[in-house]
C-alpha cells in the first residue's frame, strides 16, 4: 500500500531508500539520472512512485550545486530605467526556471553593507550588475565569488557587458541642437564624483563636449547635479542664475530633462521659444511632456543581460560583450533659436 505523506507525515529520500533496498545516494543518483543501472533507477522510481515522494527543490539545488537564482544588483529598482531593465531580466530568466534575487545598493549604507557581507555568496549562481561603477576592492568582491556575471550600462573587467555608446548618444543629441541653429548650449550632468554612474557621467560629457568641438564651439557650460529630476531642477536653477542663458540644454537623462522643464515652466520660460530641451533615454513620460530626446532600448537590455548569463551557465559558449543602438526621436521640446 502506498504510503502517504498527509496521514504519516512526509516522504523521504530515506524512505525511499529503504523500499528500494538502496541507499540514499543511489536514490538521489536515479532520480537527477546519474550514472545507475537501469534496473537500479527503474525501482527506485517504482518505489517513489509507491510512496508518492515528492523530492525537496532545496535538497535538489543543493545536490546538484546549482541554486537556479541570480542575483541582480543595481541602484534604484524602482526608478524607470531600473524597472524596465528588470522586467527584461526577469522575463528570460523566468522562462528558464530561474529566480532573481534583487540587491538595492543606490544609499552609501547600503552599498557598504553588501560588500561587507556578501549576501549572495552561495546563493546565487551567477550575478547581473546594473549601471554601477565599481571600486578595485568592490571588484575583487565580485571576482571572489566565483560565479559568472554580466554588466549593464557599466563595466566589470573580464565580463561580457550590455551597453550603449553613451558618448555616440550624447553627441547625437548635441548634434541635433547645433543643427537647428544653437551655438550657446549648456548640459545639465550627473555628478562625475557619484559612484552609481561616474562611467556614464563621464562618457556622456566626453560625448557633449566632442560634438561641440567638431562644430567649432569654444564655450563649453557643464552643470553638475544629483542625478534624476530633483538634480536637473536645481542644474537649471543654477543655469537660470547666469548672465546670459544659453538657448538649449541637452540633459543627460530624460529625468534631469523634466526637472529642468519644471524649473523653465516656474521661470516663465517658454520651451521650445527661448529654450529648447532634449533629454535621453525615452522614458515612459517623455511623449507626454513632448521631450526631444534619444532613445535606448532599456528592457532590451536586460533580456540580453539575462540570455548571456544562461549562455554562461548552461553551454560552453562565452558571450561577447552587446552594444545596443540608439536613435534621436524628435518631439516639441526643440526648435531653432529665436532670431
Excluded at 545507475?36 to 535538489?60: C, D, F, G, H, Q
Excluded at 554612474?197 to 560629457?205: L, N, S
Excluded at 532599456?298 to 551557465?313: E, H, N
Amino acid at each position: 500500500m502506498a504510503r502517504s505523506a498527509g496521514s504519516q507525515g512526509a516522504v523521504s529520500m530515506a524512505d525511499v531508500a529503504a523500499r528500494a533496498g538502496v541507499s540514499t545516494a543511489t536514490v538521489s543518483r536515479s532520480l537527477r539520472g546519474s550514472a545507475v543501472s537501469s534496473k537500479t533507477r527503474e525501482r527506485v522510481l517504482r518505489a517513489a512512485a509507491e510512496l508518492e515522494y515528492v523530492p525537496s527543490p532545496a535538497a535538489s539545488r543543493l545536490a546538484s550545486g546549482r541554486t537556479r537564482s541570480v542575483a541582480v544588483v543595481l541602484p534604484f529598482a524602482t526608478r524607470w530605467f531600473f524597472a524596465e531593465l528588470l522586467a527584461g531580466v526577469e522575463r528570460v530568466l523566468r522562462e528558464a526556471s530561474f529566480d532573481v534575487l534583487l540587491y538595492n545598493i543606490g544609499d552609501p549604507a547600503s552599498r557598504a553593507h553588501f560588500f561587507d557581507a556578501l549576501p549572495i555568496r552561495r546563493r546565487v549562481d551567477a550575478v547581473i550588475v546594473v549601471a554601477t561603477h565599481l571600486t578595485s576592492v568592490e571588484r575583487q568582491a565580485f571576482t571572489g565569488l566565483g560565479v559568472p556575471a554580466v554588466s549593464v550600462g557599466c563595466r566589470l573587467p573580464g565580463a561580457p557587458g550590455v551597453l550603449i555608446e553613451d558618448a555616440e548618444a550624447a553627441a547625437t543629441a548635441t548634434r541635433h541642437l547645433l543643427g537647428l541653429g544653437h551655438r550657446h548650449v549648456a548640459m545639465l550632468s550627473g555628478a562625475t564624483a557619484d559612484l552609481v554612474g561616474a562611467v556614464t557621467t563621464r562618457e556622456r560629457q566626453a560625448g557633449f563636449r566632442a560634438a561641440l568641438a567638431e562644430a567649432g564651439v569654444e564655450d563649453v557650460c557643464v552643470i553638475e547635479e544629483a542625478w534624476g529630476i530633483a538634480g536637473g531642477e536645481r542644474a537649471m536653477e543654477r543655469l537660470l542664475a547666469e548672465a546670459i542663458l544659453p538657448t538649449a540644454v541637452f540633459a543627460e537623462s530624460d529625468e534631469m530633462a523634466f526637472g529642468a522643464l519644471r524649473m523653465l515652466r516656474r521661470a516663465g520660460i517658454p520651451v521650445p521659444g527661448r529654450m529648447s530641451v532634449v533629454g535621453l533615454d525615452d522614458h515612459e513620460f517623455a511623449a507626454a511632456v513632448d521631450l526631444t530626446t534619444v532613445a535606448q532600448p532599456v528592457a532590451a537590455q536586460g533580456r540580453a543581460a539575462a540570455t548571456a548569463i544562461l549562455d554562461l551557465l548552461t553551454s560552453d559558449r562565452w558571450p561577447r560583450s552587446t552594444v545596443m543602438p540608439t536613435r534621436l526621436v524628435v518631439r516639441g521640446s526643440t526648435a531653432p533659436p529665436w532670431e
